[in-house]
C-alpha cells in the first residue's frame, strides 16, 4: 500500500505562483512513476505532469513552460511548481503513483488550485 498526501493549494489570481507538494509513505520503495493530475468541476480528471523514478518528466500542452515537475527520491516527495497560472488551471490537484503497468495506480485526496481573473 502507498499513500499519499498533497498539499499547497490555495487562491491565487492569475499569473501568479503555487506550488504543491506531494508526499509518499508505505510502501515507497515500490512506486515507480509519479505524477499530478487535475479535475475540474464536470470535467474528467486530465494528466498535468508525470515523472518516473529517473527523473524522465511529461507534460500535458497546456502547461508546458508553465509548469515544472520534480521528484524528490530521497525524501519520498514529488512536487508541481506552476506559475503564469491561469483561470483555467483552477481544478483540484491529485498526487498519483504507479507501481507498475499492471497494477492500479495509488491516489492521494487532492489540494484545490483556484485561479481568480
Known amino acids: 500500500q502507498v499513500q499519499l498526501v498533497e498539499s499547497g493549494g490555495g487562491l491565487v489570481q492569475a499569473g501568479g505562483s503555487l506550488s504543491l507538494s506531494c508526499a509518499a509513505s508505505g510502501s515507497i520503495f515500490r512506486i515507480n512513476g509519479m505524477g499530478w493530475y487535475r479535475q475540474a468541476p464536470g470535467k474528467q480528471r486530465e494528466l498535468v505532469a508525470t515523472?518516473?523514478?529517473?527523473?524522465?518528466?511529461n507534460y500535458a500542452d497546456s502547461v508546458k513552460g508553465r509548469f515544472t515537475i520534480s521528484r524528490d527520491n530521497n525524501k519520498n516527495m514529488v512536487y508541481l511548481q506552476m506559475n503564469s497560472l491561469k483561470p483555467e488551471d483552477t481544478a483540484r490537484y491529485y498526487c498519483n503513483a504507479v507501481i507498475s503497468a499492471l497494477s492500479s495506480p495509488y491516489w492521494g485526496q487532492g489540494t484545490q488550485v483556484t485561479v481568480s481573473s
Open positions: 515523472i518516473t523514478r529517473g527523473g524522465n518528466t
